[in-house]
């Protein structure tokens, strides 16, 4: 071409990355450094098409390399407070109206109240005032079992 491929190289290279810092997706930050592979490629005098190669085999083998590692390890990182259901099950709670297996009304350790059931088999009523435990979500309602 004209000798000024390292621009457009460059250029490649802010445009990804600032592309994965609005969008927090590591694929543009492989892809930004498949354009820097690129850019050393052809400022050690590389020909464009094999720039190019080069720069498209970086970026493929960081995705199939680095991807899978570095998705581990913002996972690993992540924070392991329980929310939504899975923060639920295991709570305690008072029964507020009669639980029976067809209905009821619980109010929860965390303040919120819910509509009621005991499991199958389990215990036949539970009392208003009745200490229970949060055996699992079900739809609208929880599963309960006294504590």
Known sequence: MGGFEWIIWAAL???????????????????ALGALGGLIADL???????ATVIAA???VLGTFLLRPRLLHLLERSGDPTKSNIDAIVGTTGRVLLQVTQTGG???LANGETWSARVPEGGAAIIPPG???????????SVVIAPE
């Open 13 to 31: 290279i802010i445009v990804f990355v600032v592309i994965a810092m609005l969008t927090a997706e590591i694929e543009f930050m492989l892809l």
């Open 44 to 50: 050690l005098g590389a020909p464009w098409w094999l």
């Open 57 to 59: 085999a970086i970026a």
């Open 105 to 107: 009304q619980v109010k």
């Open 130 to 140: 009745a200490e229970v435990r949060v055996l699992a979500v079900d739809g609208a």
